[in-house]
């Protein structure tokens, strides 16, 4: 009889009672252990043994005994107890606590002063995640760097990444106290040209077109001549605390500096033009792993809320300090 291969596949299942039979020596044996009735396990060694056009096992009312052909169809599916126990563990570490590396990836400063602050309760949930971080100014491919989860600002470009938006970074003027205090007047975004200027620039971008939009609604756009420049956020910060120059940086990147008054505020009555989304971006959830799923779900939520407690304070105390800043120096 010529056997039909392509379906010995929908054998699986009786595969496995055939060797819990022999095993267990009995059909009634088998049954109990598979929780069956004892007629479905003999109906399923009858439909093996019909499918292979082999005699497997010798029956009689007192004892059950192995053929030559069963003999040898027990050695040759030894391995499937392997791979049964294989997948078995595999569930049982599915279920367990999430475990494996994540490589996350934000701008410097952004990371550093949003991201770092919740690894560690992130790694106090999750012991057994492994997080790596990238810390780079520069917009780099996530594919290509095996990067799982990232921070990115701006409108994102259709792709096959899952974006989560959780705030939005605007813009605004800074400088130190004891650069203004020596430098030309700075009332409207002309004046900049007087100005010692800080910017952000990599070999792809150069942020040197300042855009305004004037308390009566107007537009206005500034292109800068910088005095320094770097492809680093955290270095753009400290090199305006050291009264280097004037930065355009998102207000609540600066925080720390604020409070110390290291920076204050400059061209407050003059907004930023288009305040740009922040998404956490991820592999779409087919592509995941646990630990991967994990990580996403915690920094959506606690990202989210930490950008926007920030935002409302930032919204509400830059003017206070600036004003205050102004009456130091009148009063100087």
């Known amino acids: ?26 059909f009634q044996a088998a049954a ?6 004892r007629s ?15 005699r497997l096992l010798q029956r009689s009312t007192r004892q059950l005994n192995l053929t030559d052909s069963g003999t040898e169809l027990l050695a040759i599916t030894d391995s499937l107890t392997e791979l049964l126990s294989n997948t078995a563990k595999l569930t049982e570490q599915a279920q367990a606590k999430p475990s494996g590396r994540v490589k996350i990836s934000s701008s410097t400063i952004l ?19 492994v997080i790596d971080i990238n810390l780079d100014d520069r917009v780099v491919d996530l594919i290509e760097l095996g990067i ?3 921070l990115r600002v701006g409108e994102l470009p259709d792709s096959s990444l899952v974006a989560r938006r959780i705030g939005t970074k605007s813009w605004a003027c800074f400088a130190s ?34 855009h305004f939009r004037s308390p009566n609604g107007e537009i206005e756009t500034q292109h800068i001549v910088a005095s ?64 991967v799923n994990e ?17 409302s304070d930032t919204n509400r105390s830059s003017v206070m300090r600036h004003n205050t800043y102004l009456l130091e120096v009148e009063l100087a």
Request: aromatic share 6%; net charge neutral.
């Open 32 to 37: 109990d252990a598979l929780q069956l009735p």
């Open 177 to 210: 106290p004891a650069y203004l205090k020596q430098a030309a007047k700075l009332e409207v975004p002309s004046d900049l040209a007087a100005h010692q200027c800080l910017i952000f620039r990599h070999q792809k971008l150069a942020m040197d077109c300042w």
């Open 111 to 129: 990371g550093q002063r949003y991201l770092l602050p919740l690894l560690p309760k992130l790694k106090q949930l999750f012991p057994e995640i």
């Open 40 to 54: 479905s396990v003999s109906k399923k060694i009858a439909q093996l043994e019909h499918q292979l056009g082999l």
């Open 295 to 311: 990580v996403w779900q915690y920094l959506s939520e606690h990202l989210s809320q930490a950008l926007a407690a920030i935002e």
């Open 1 to 26: 009889m010529a056997i039909d291969t392509s379906a010995l596949h929908l054998q699986l299942p009786n595969l496995y009672i055939f060797r819990c039979v022999t095993q267990l020596g009995s």
């Open 228 to 291: 320094s420049s770097t492809d680093d956020g955290r270095t753009l910060v400290e090199l305006a605390c050291m009264g280097m120059g004037i930065i355009r940086v998102d207000p609540m990147l600066i925080q720390p500096e604020l409070r110390a008054s290291q920076l204050v505020p400059v061209l407050a009555k003059w907004q930023h033009t288009d305040p740009a989304p922040i998404h956490l971006v991820c592999l779409g959830k087919d592509a995941r792993s646990r630990a």
């Open 148 to 150: 799982d989860i990232a």
